[in-house]
């Protein structure tokens, strides 16, 4: 895998069908040994919900730095091997702040960019401005200082940095210039905390990178989305196919097989939008804002279908804490909320697609 990683930061700009499903398959290795279902637990009830060892080995394989540039040790790919990997720790529900490494990668430069690639800085990214799609945040700058509280920062408890982006500049904000309260949420697996500004902020860009953290923020979740939609469609179908009543297996019934072949047809769909953002993404296409509203809450909405209608084809089983069925239920219905929810995306695919009339 190193090998592979390496060869792809020599001969840019893309890998081969072949290379990536080798990185897929690699990052897929490493999560069935590090990122059961035991380790996600284990994680999640943790006080702070973050494994250094499992973000050290994530680190060694290169997918920390996936994105980031190869002269400051990153694998240097782009949006589509991001997507893919991402659909990988969707499945394995991978409780780690991969996508908040993802958008800081944009954002950040220099020293570091080497220290985010090699695991050694954990950062958090809060949007403000116009950008803040939740509509949360209230926050305020000078040249050189930030006041006012970023809300429901996803990874923010356990960052060393903080960026924040708004619509005219990119600020870092050191962990002791800002107070940090974690709050309590619906999904142990990712954790947020409101950030208030009180003091000095160090200007590191301007707003172009900020769009550019905003493609790759809905590109990686909408991976993520899109992954997680799929392995929980079929661990429900798996479980149709061995759980008997009445002398039979559940999904011999129609009613069941109908269900199935609905969730199935939600994760092809998700799958497909989130790639195809990806791809328009990746080579700058002129519709790629619409794909990319597109796949932000198709992708939501997807995961979200998926993981209830799985639940009811486990029946009873699935309600219990031991089930992890309801963990898919809790990461759909967060992710569906992180940057805007469904109605906000619809309206910007509208408007990206009247925009090219």
Not at 61 to 87: C, D, I
Not at 119 to 129: D, H, I, P, Q, Y
Not at 195 to 206: E, K, L
Request: glycine share 8%.
């Amino acid at each position: 895998m190193t090998d592979m990683l390496r060869d792809a930061r020599e001969a840019p700009p893309a890998l081969t069908a072949e290379d990536r499903a080798a990185l897929v398959d690699s990052v897929r290795r490493l999560l069935a040994d590090a990122c059961t279902e035991t380790d996600v637990r284990r994680i999640m009830e943790s006080e702070s919900g973050h494994d250094p060892a499992l973000w050290r080995a994530l680190a060694d394989l290169g997918v920390v730095g996936l994105t980031v540039p190869e002269a400051f040790g990153g694998a240097a790919l782009g949006p589509v091997e991001l997507g893919l990997v991402m659909e990988a720790t969707g499945a394995a529900l991978l409780p780690a702040p991969l996508i908040s490494a993802a958008i800081a990668a944009t954002l950040l430069d220099g020293e570091r960019l080497s220290a985010l690639a090699a695991g050694e800085s954990l950062v958090a990214v809060a949007f403000a401005g116009s950008r803040d799609w939740t509509g949360r945040s209230d926050v305020r700058h000078g040249d050189d200082t930030l006041s006012g509280t970023a809300r429901f920062v996803p990874d923010a408890a356990i960052a060393d940095t903080i960026l924040v982006a708004m619509d005219d500049a990119v600020f870092t904000v050191a962990r002791a210039d800002a107070t940090i309260t974690p709050l309590p949420v619906f999904d142990r697996t990712r954790r947020m905390a409101d950030v208030a500004f009180h003091g000095p902020a160090t200007r590191i860009g301007d707003g172009n990178r900020v769009t550019r953290a905003h493609d790759i923020a809905m590109v990686a979740l909408a991976g993520e989305q899109a992954g997680a939609a799929r392995r929980i469609m079929e661990m429900a179908v798996d479980y149709a196919r061995e759980r008997h009543q009445f002398g039979r297996a559940i999904g011999s019934f129609q009613a069941v097989k109908h269900m199935a072949a609905d969730l199935l047809l939600e994760s092809e769909s998700a799958t497909s939008a989130a790639r195809d953002a990806a791809r328009q993404l990746s080579v700058g296409a002129p519709m790629k804002d619409a794909a990319i509203a597109l796949a932000a809450f198709a992708c939501g909405d997807a995961f979200v279908r998926c993981a209830k209608d799985a639940i009811q084809m486990h029946g009873g089983i699935a309600f219990t804490w031991e089930h992890p069925a309801h963990l898919y239920l809790r990461r759909a219905r967060s992710g569906a909320q992180l940057y805007g929810d469904g109605n906000h995306w619809r309206e910007r695919y509208l408007s990206a697609l009247e925009a090219q009339v």
